[in-house]
């Protein structure tokens, strides 16, 4: 019994020392093992692929969006060097950002920026070609703004006085009367930059005219021809204004800008030069009732609010606008004549205005770029002592622009335009450059 109680004994500690062994897992088990953390490897990478997926979705989108306001800033930012008025084509797009995803960042996991967009090079701008440019300064910036314009016109006038026996057979005098007139105005003009959307500006101009005629005096029978020559010179009309955005359009929307513009009369007044008559002017036979010394000012102040669109559409932009220039009467107007004595006129009305403009600029390279348009202007009768005057008409002015523009560093631009006379009543050229510097 003793051995066999010892046998016993021997056995359980045996039996003891198996049950505490750990059970090994089997082939199987780890395969499934296995394949499972590929299964969770997998699903992690694919959502890692969608995430990516998504960023670069989003990505491409606002690259897009922010292209597209490039574009129609670029269009509607007045040279923005701080602008002179003209208005910048669109640019090329800019290459994409490259990113990395950390797929040890599980579920937090961040989008961290390597690389930088370089910046899409600034197109030219559009050269300025009418009175009131299109965009606005930059808040807290300036534009002093220097500028050149010759005009040229000449005209022709042929008056017969007397009467018709027979079609070919004139009884009376002729009277012709050829007129050159040359103008160069030189101006410096500031824009200062109030808000994001308002600016304002000054224009101060100094005129110089020379006016030449060749005609016969009316009213006698000799046929020698008379030249008569004046000139002038002096400070012309300040001109004050006001600009204001009126939206901020996304891509394919015009800019659309408000403007106020008040000219003064600072310039010397028509009434206060000479005229050439010994008396009166009317019926007179011994003047040519031409000014012995030319005027620089219109004498009459006037205000002109104005509507102007910019339109982006690469790589071209269109421009316009629309204006109305309403001109104040003047009472008690007498003018000058020889021997100190004074004419009285009485009360003056110029007409008003109606102004239409439109046109295209495109870049040519990322320095110059080109323009053109035209300008219509409609202008009404001048009224004396409340009626029209006889000899006053409405007068249809329009001109065809070309402009130029290059810039000459970031803050200097070029800009030239050239206009051409479309009717008689406009001048026949017109030749405008200007130097816009930013600060």
């Keep these: 019994m003793l051995g066999s109680a010892g046998l016993h004994a021997q056995q359980a500690p045996a039996r003891a020392g198996t049950q505490q062994a750990p059970a090994r897992p089997n082939t199987q088990q780890r395969i499934d093992n296995l394949q499972r953390q590929l299964d ?18 989003n990505q491409d989108a606002l690259q897009q969006r ?9 269009a509607t930012a007045r040279v923005v060097e701080s602008q002179p008025g003209a208005v910048t084509a669109a640019a090329g797009a800019s290459p994409p ?82 007129v050159k007139r040359n103008t160069i105005t030189a101006a410096l003009t500031g824009r200062w930059g109030l808000t994001n959307r308002l600016e304002a500006e000054l224009r101060v101009p100094y005129v110089y005219r020379n006016d030449a005629s060749i005609s016969r005096e009316i009213f006698t029978g000799a046929a020698a021809e008379q ?50 008559c010994q008396t009166r002017c009317i019926g007179n036979t011994t003047g040519t009732g031409l000014p012995l010394d030319l005027p620089t000012g219109s004498g009459f102040y006037s205000l002109q609010p104005s509507l102007t669109w910019l339109m982006a559409s690469d790589p ?22 020889l021997n100190g004595q004074r004419e009285y006129i009485g009360s003056i009305k110029p007409g008003n205005i109606w102004g239409l403009n439109f046109g295209m600029g495109m870049a040519l390279n990322d320095r110059s770029s080109f323009s053109m348009g035209l300008d219509l202007s409609s202008i009404g009768r001048t009224k004396q002592n ?51 510097m930013s600060f």
């Design 97 to 178: 950002v490259a990113v990395r995803v950390d797929p040890h960042e599980g579920q937090g996991q961040r989008v961290v920026q390597v690389g930088v967009a370089p910046a899409a090079p600034e197109a030219p701008p559009v050269v300025p070609m009418f009175d009131q440019p299109g965009i606005l300064t930059p808040p807290g910036r300036y534009v002093l703004e220097p500028s050149v314009q010759y005009g040229y016109s000449s005209s022709n006038r042929v008056a017969l006085v007397g009467y018709t026996i027979i079609p070919a057979l004139l009884i009376g005098l002729v009277d012709v009367r050829e």
């Design 66 to 74: 922010l292209q597209q306001e490039q574009n129609a800033a670029r």
């Design 316 to 337: 071209a932009v269109f421009f316009g606008g629309i204006s109305y220039t309403y001109n104040f009467g003047r009472d008690d107007i007498s003018r000058q004549v």
């Design 227 to 276: 030249s008569f020559s004046s000139r002038g010179h002096a400070v012309g009309d300040v001109e004050m204004a006001v600009r204001y955005q009126l939206n901020q359009p996304r891509a394919d929307r015009p800019y659309l800008i408000g403007s106020l513009r008040f000219k003064s009369r600072t310039g010397k007044d028509p009434f206060d030069v000479v005229t050439d």
């Design 386 to 436: 409340g009626s029209s005057v006889a000899s006053s008409v409405r007068a249809q002015i329009a001109t065809l622009q070309l402009g130029y523009s290059y810039r000459l560093s970031q803050r200097t631009t070029l800009n030239v335009s050239v206009g051409a006379g479309l009717t008689r009543d406009t001048p026949d050229l017109t030749l405008t450059v200007r130097l816009p």
């Design 40 to 57: 969770e490897q997998r699903q992690e990478i694919e959502r890692l692929r969608s995430l990516v997926s998504q960023q670069q979705s």
